[in-house]
Each structure stands twice: as structure tokens, then as C-alpha cells.
């Protein structure tokens, strides 16, 4: 075995065997970074799930080192040189310090989006016109993450080079070093293949997001198993808006989803709308969405929202449909979430849809929508053309750039004075939106504010107090306006945020926003807890406008007070699976069956009953499954 190429053989296992060394590394830092949301109760638990984790692992390892396995590998006669082995070693440490890239982000991403970073996040960023100063600000907030992948890789090349392959110019035994090799090759490959499948077996298909949910109890165990890379090449390129092969009828569609709504509320002089889209704002921030939590120290800081629900329809056990902005914006806007993917950078997003906008449009109302970035960031002039508003009003309408913050967006309270000017000037009835900026990463505010509101224990608060001061502001210029006493305004927001008490850390309220409806003659008033979302909110403005015709909605009015209203429910999806709530069941489903059945109390999901199944739990699959067939057929059928 003179001519067997046992030194290049070991090297490679070894280089290899570093990868699976730094995935460890990362995902233990994914770990300390995300401690609180991830629960980890034990050292045990930890080892258990990494273990699992080294299946995913081992996919994205063997798909991002295949080329460079195959050049190691192939009998090419020159494996040995110098000049090649550096070659290899630029082709190793330009794919896999890529991949490891992607962990580093989920760091820090997973704060906010609470599921390992998908293909899908690309639908954020394509749109941002101002990329590189996002991404300074990135490095600068987050050195330590940059020092840490700095450190790593440095750490990454020094064990690299400890083992070298020796020169062997294997001028004799071609037909021992040609063999050899072909059997290395096909052995090697062979494992590769299982490896990125996942196993060996035909009758399986390769492993993906939703099989970490085999090995976990907790739901949010299923993130640290993945690993970020995995994630994205597992969604690469892959169609989710598809139909669902489930047997469910339309008579069964019609009777647990209702998709077609039709209110009687006909109203002589139809009301103005106001609509609040708050970037961020979770309902942890706001003491009258709280009452009820019994948070140990709990603090608000929101003083003026408070003190306007006192008059007001507040509705304190409401969902985001999304972890997204423009999730948020098809949510409200057009009633239509989004899941895997969003629907508004979806194949099918261009199409005629049915919408709040488009209904009041033909109501008569002058429809405008406000958003102080600069114009098209986020795809939210796109998609706001496609839902026909009359007007959109940017950073360009605003015209003054001294105001911009030098991240999102001009600051919310000059941009609400703008917004309010505007509406001074428009005819009524009149139907307007504002999706704020400054209550986002980097949580900062004006200058001549620091040091105004609490900083809290969490950067984001500071920010918080500050939109609630420019709410106030508005409202203040605004009641002396002939136009304020028949406006109707609602107050929301696209997704949660930074978490300060652990129960918002809990997996079904990492999704919990607040939904309130103020209206000056007192109308609506009140605390509602039945289960609320965003795609609510549509057929709400229909319903308090007074809008007497049919229409295609997915949501109920949360003020229809009819003896026969659908029954409340509230649906998003965590990264891997959908989360429906109905009654008191909350139900895990993974786009085929349910997994998990839940108290609807158990925000946590610690208790799985699915053991214990009763007819109750069927139906709610049953309304799972209804929803998620008519929502798919209507979009890829274009009959939005």
C-alpha cells in the first residue's frame, strides 16, 4: 500500500472534522446569546439536543464542503503540491466561513425573529436603499459578535495548519494510486449523500426544518437543533405558496373559516379612519394591555396610550399573524398573512386583491398611506400601489432630511405632525395610515429627548416613551380639528420586539401586539379578551364604516356584535410550524398533521396533550387544515 493516499485521507477527515468543531462553537454562542429564550434547563438537555443537532449539522457541512472534498479526494496526481493544497485551502475557508457567517447573524437575528434565519429574510433587506450604513451601524452595535468571528477564525486557521499533506509526486503504482482512489471516492460520496439526506434510507425524504421538532418538548428547542445554514439552504429556491392536499370540502370551508364576511352596519355619514401600524410596539410595553398579566414589577411606558384606553376598546389578547413589517402590512391592510414566506414578495402578490383601501376607495374615501422612510424601503410602496392607495407619503414628501434619523426614517413626532397637517387639508371621508419608524434597532431617539423618558431595562424602551409622546402630540393638535370628532382611529403594530418579563418570552406571546380602537364620542370602549390578530382588523373597518356588501375576509369584525359572529381564533407560524388557537385548544401543526395540542392558557407550550386526544382537538385541526386549503387556493387561484 505503498501508493495509498492515507496522509491526504487523514487530512481531510481532520479539516472536516474542524468544521463540525466551529458549528459546535457557534451553536454553544447561539446558546449564551439567547439564553432566555431558549430554556435550556439542564447540562443534560443541552448535550441531548446538540447531539440531535449534529444531523443538521452534518447536512450543511457536506453540502458546503462537497467541492472541496471532491478536489481532495480525486486522483489528480498533483493533490500534493503546495500550489494545490493552497488552492483547497482557499476553497475550505471561503465556503465555510460563509456558512459560519450565518450563524454569527442568528446571534443577534434571533431576538427579533425568533426562528432561524430563512431565505425568506431576503424579502426584508432587497428594498433598503441604504444597506452599507445598515450595515456599519451593525458592526458598531455589535462589535462583540465581529470580534468573536474575528477570534474564530483566526483560532480556525491556526488548527487548519497544524496538519499538512506531505509531497508525494507518485510517479510509480498508477494503478494502486487510481484504484485506491476510485474506491475512496465512491465510499466517500456514498456518505456524503446520506449525510446531506439525513440517512440511507429510499423510503424517507431528506431531513428538513420541521423534523428538529422530532427530538425536542419545547418548541423553541427545535432553533438551537437547526443550525442557520441549514435553514437557508433548506428554503432556497423553494415555492411555499402552494396548494395543500387536504380533504377538506368546500361546505366544511364555509362553515369553520367563513371566508366571505358580509356586515349590515349601513351608516348614514360614514366615520374617517386613522390607522396606527406601530413599528415594534408589543404589547409587553403598555400597562393597559397588562392588567391582567400579573407581571411581578411590572412597569409601563406608555403613559398617553394609557390614559387613552381608559376611552377606549382595548383588546389585550391580540397576535401579530408575522414576525415581519410587511407581514404586518398585508396582515392589516389586506387581511391576508403570511407564513413561511411573505405573500408580498410571492409570484402571486401582484394581483387584484380585495382590500380595505380598495373597498373604502370605492367607498368615496380619500385613502393615503404615511411611512417616514425613504420611499420604497421595506416594499411598502409596491405593495401600497398594489392595494391602490390614492396617496403615499414618504421621506421625499416630507422634505426635510434634517429630520431623518439616519437609519429608518424621520422621527415619529415630526412625521405625526406631518401626517396630521396633510389630513388637515383632505376632504372627508378619509381613510389613513402610518406605519412609524423610531421605535426600532438602534433605540435611539432625538437628541433634545435624551434623557426624557425611563431608559427601562431594555434599550428599546426609551423609544417606546418617545412614539408615545408623539402620539400625544397628535392628538392634541388634532382634537381641535373640525375633522376629529367623526374619525375612528386604530392602534396597532406589526410585530413584538426587545422582551423585559418572562412572560413574553413564552413561545405564543412572542407574537402578542396590541390592537385598540378610540373613538371620541366614546363608542367603543371597553377590554376585550377573546382571541384577536391582525387580519382582524380589515373586516373591522369595514364593519364600523358601514360597509353592506359581501367581501373576502379571513378575519372577523372584533365590534360585530351579531348573534352569530365567527368563532375567534388567531394563527402564525414559528419558523417550522403553524400555531392556531381556537377556543381552548392551541394546536402545532406542521403543514401535514398536528403535533401538539395545547391549553389555550399554556402560552409556554409545555404541556402536550396530544396524548389525550379528544374531538375538540380534531376540530381544531380540522379548522387548521380548512384555513390554511382556502387561503392557498385563494391565492394561487388569484381570487383575492
Known sequence: MKYFRLNEYKAMIYRISLVYLM??????????????????????????????????DTTSIFYLNSLFVVLSILPFWVNTNKTYQTFLFGIYFLTNLVGIAFNFVDLIYYKFNYNRTTISEWAVIENENN?????????????????LFFLMSVFWIFLYRKV?????PYSKGIFSYVSTSIFIFLLTATIMVGGIRGDFKKSTRPINLVDANRYVNKIQHADFVLNTPFALLRTFNKKTFKKVPYDVSDLIIDSLVQPIKHYKNKLDVKPNIVLFITESYGREYIGAFNQNTNIPGYRSYTPFLDSLATNSLVFDNAFANGRKSIHGMSSILAGIPSFKDAFTSSPYANQDIESVVSVLNLEGYDTSFFHGAPNGSMGFLGFSNILG???????TEFGNDALFDGYWGIWDLPFFQFMKETIDTKNTPFFSTIFTVTSHEPYIVPDEFEGKFPKGTLPMHQCVGYTDFAFKQFFESAKNEEWFDNTIFIITA???????????YKPINRYAIPIMIYSPDNKYTGLNSTLSQQIDIYPTILDIVGYDKPFRSWGRSLVDESLTPTIPFAMNFNGQNYQYSKGNIICIFDGVKAIGFYDVNDLGLETNLISNRTKQMDDVELSCKAFLKDYFDRIIDKNL
Do not use: C
Open 494 to 504: 406589526d410585530h413584538t420586539n426587545q422582551v423585559g418579563y418572562k412572560e413574553y
Open 164 to 168: 499538512k499533506v506531505n509531497y508525494h
Open 23 to 56: 458549528y459546535s462553537f457557534s451553536r454553544f454562542l447561539f446558546f449564551v446569546y439567547n439564553y432566555s429564550l431558549l430554556e435550556i434547563d439542564s447540562l443534560f438537555e443541552y448535550f441531548k439536543l446538540s447531539y440531535h443537532g449534529l444531523a443538521f
Open 389 to 395: 392607495f390614492d396617496h403615499y407619503y414618504g421621506k
Open 131 to 147: 444597506l452599507p450604513a445598515m450595515f456599519f451601524r451593525f458592526m458598531i452595535g455589535y462589535w462583540h459578535v465581529f470580534l
